[in-house]
């Protein structure tokens, strides 16, 4: 495909390759919020490729929630860390 936009980049040898992995959690919704058991920890994790688009609104939520103690804009609640088991390793 990069041929076609570039055919001397499309010649070149390929000298690595990587893949990311994507965040996501055992029930597919991004973790937002307070970090259960450690006071004053925060998480905003687990969007998998939604990141991008969802980064604003999450940005904008943890904001409210570490200075206002609570997100207004966004109703976050379903996001909830508290609502999956602890990890134990």
């Avoid at 990141?51 to 604003?56: A, D, I, R, T, V």
Wanted: hydrophobic letters at 50%; aromatic letters at 6%; a negative charge.
């Amino acid at each position: 495909m990069i041929a076609a936009v570039c055919p001397a980049l499309g010649a070149s040898e390929v000298l690595a390759a990587q893949a990311c992995y994507h965040p996501v959690t055992m029930d597919g919704l991004p973790l937002i919020g307070c970090l259960p058991g450690v006071n004053g920890a925060f998480v905003a994790t687990g969007h998998r490729a939604w990141g991008m688009l969802n980064g604003p609104a999450t940005g904008e939520a943890m904001a409210e929630l570490i200075v206002d103690g609570a997100a207004a804009t966004v109703d976050i609640t379903p996001f909830d860390p508290a609502r999956l088991p602890a990890f134990k390793a």
